[in-house]
């Protein structure tokens, strides 16, 4: 079975500190997708980064950053110089790449950049 | 290019009634997803399809929840009767069949309220 654990239920910084989120996975497919979801207040889940299993090279996208480790099994988002405009929920979550691919999501990370 | 539309955005009925959604989902997207998300949770798989055919339907409470895609394009979904632990947002979700093109486009979804 899949399962992804978001450890950090909440959590609050001040406008322009950086801040991790956790992602740990669980999986026993051999080949498997990785993705982090951002869902504003307004509701839609806006997707972010699609990560394959066998592409370890972190990613940046201007302040957004990405640290896939396949040995910790884990899938960290990291902002820097966060914003209030990243307040959010945000989701990790794993599908496999066979069959049907469903999407297992983890419970959130709720963040509140305070101004 | 289109997003997901999903009718209505808001629904209140009383428990025991019935209940649909409907979703469009994105123009050549051949597999579509309905989840729940229950407040302060991830969001949960209840059916996927991939064209007009079921490819997973394992979490679906299918003796009061019921979903078809007409002509592997709209899609509805529908409860009857529902209970008040069906309130929740239901979210409808599609994606393209491609390897390299996985990653999963959401509507901005509808917030059920049973009373």
């Known amino acids: 079975a899949q399962k992804v654990t978001q450890a950090q239920t909440e959590i609050s910084v001040v406008e322009k500190e950086d801040v991790t989120l956790d992602c740990v996975y669980e999986?026993?497919?051999?080949?498997?997708?990785l993705f982090w979801y951002k869902q504003p207040p307004s509701g839609e889940l806006v997707f972010l980064i699609r990560r394959n299993s066998f592409d370890e090279q972190n990613e940046i996208s201007g302040r957004y950053s990405w640290n896939f480790q396949k040995s910790t099994s884990s899938f960290n988002f990291t902002i820097t110089a966060s914003q209030v405009v990243d307040s959010a929920v945000y989701f990790c979550?794993?599908?496999?790449?066979?069959?049907?691919?469903?999407?297992?999501f983890g419970q959130g990370t709720r963040l509140t950049i305070n101004p | 290019e289109a997003g997901v539309a999903q009718s209505p955005r808001y629904k209140i009925i009383e428990k025991r009634q019935s209940v649909a959604f409907w979703c469009n989902p994105i123009?050549?997207?051949?597999?579509l997803y309905w989840y729940q998300q229950i407040l302060g949770q991830g969001p949960k798989l209840l059916i996927q399809?991939?064209?007009?055919?079921?490819?997973?339907d394992s979490q679906l409470p299918k003796d009061r929840f019921s979903a078809e895609r007409l002509k592997g394009v709209d899609s509805t979904l529908k409860i009857q009767p529902a209970k008040l632990e069906d309130s929740a947002v239901y979210l409808c979700a599609s994606s393209l069949d491609r390897w390299d093109r996985v990653e999963a486009f959401f509507g901005q979804g509808t917030r059920l309220t049973v009373v």
């Open positions: 399809f991939q064209n007009n055919g079921v490819v997973d």
């Open positions: 123009s050549g997207h051949a597999t």
């Open positions: 979550a794993l599908s496999g790449t066979q069959g049907a691919q469903k999407l297992v």
């Open positions: 999986t026993r497919d051999t080949t498997y997708y």
